[in-house]
């Protein structure tokens, strides 16, 4: 794959790092993103992957934009409320960058539909808000050796990790992490105790930048660690997360 002349000015400042040149660009273009949420992560995840020139993104939401979202989902603006928010983040990543293929799917992720999905695509951005969905993203991906970057949000702090138990006997997957379900009491989101809209910005951007690292492999992956950030004090800690080998999705005890 040659890069065009629109696409090598475009594209400038990556190509002309050491780490990443012509072949990560190519790398990018060539690359295939899910983005399962088009809200407050999924918005600077998909503006960011767009502008990288990420070949094709596609976008799981079946969520409207109401005026709450607008003071952080900062993809969509005020005349885009009452509308699909697929269709509101398409149009707007169509306008960044025309290079980019976006594949709407205006739908709730299921068990029914979940593994026809993801397995259109290289790696999996989770930016959801509830632990169901996420165990489901996790035990799909890993049936499918996809590669799993999910963060989560509190009001003032974040939470990343990348998932790839495919990678390594000693990489975990969500499951390990977190079982199973927290208890109805403890599964409260941003409508529950609010956010502070730039908290979602800030890590949603760390998240498409763990995607764009692992496309082109600049840098170190968080893989078998999790960052926690606070934005209240700018300080981040990250911890190891190890693989459970009696975890019920990723297990290699039989392997």
Do not use: W
């Not at 993203?137 to 996809?146: M, P, Q, Y």
């Not at 529950?192 to 763990?210: N, P, R």
């Not at 692992?214 to 840098?219: D, L, N, P």
């Amino acid at each position: 794959m040659d890069l065009t002349d629109e696409q090598l000015e475009r594209y400038a400042r990556h190509i002309i790092l050491r780490d990443v040149g012509g072949a990560g660009q190519i790398a990018l273009l060539k690359s295939k993103v899910l983005v399962i949420g088009a809200g407050g992560l999924g918005a600077p995840v998909l503006m960011y992957l767009a502008a990288a020139g990420v070949g094709t993104i596609g976008i799981v939401d079946d969520d409207v934009v109401e005026l709450s979202n607008l003071q952080r989902q900062v993809i969509h603006t005020t005349k885009d409320v009452g509308r699909a928010k697929v269709v509101s983040a398409m149009e707007k990543i169509r306008a960044l960058n025309p290079d980019v293929m976006v594949l709407p799917h205006t739908v709730r992720l299921t068990s029914d539909n979940a593994a026809d999905i993801i397995s259109k695509y290289d790696i999996i951005a989770d930016g959801t808000d509830n632990f169901k969905t996420r165990h489901l993203v996790n035990d799909t991906c890993v049936a499918l050796g996809k590669t799993l970057v999910s963060a989560a949000l509190g009001p003032y702090e974040g939470q990343l990790a990348t998932f790839k138990p495919h990678a390594g006997d000693d990489l975990p997957c969500y499951r390990c992490f977190l079982p199973e379900e927290p208890a109805p009491d403890d599964q409260r989101t941003c409508s529950d105790f609010g956010i502070l809209g730039a908290v979602a910005g800030m890590v949603g951007t760390m998240q498409a930048l763990e995607i764009l690292k692992e496309i082109t492999g600049v840098g170190e992956s968080l893989a078998g660690h999790m960052l926690l950030i606070d934005a209240l004090t700018f300080t981040s800690r990250k911890i190891k997360l190890p693989a459970d080998p009696a975890c019920i999705t990723c297990s290699r005890k039989d392997s």
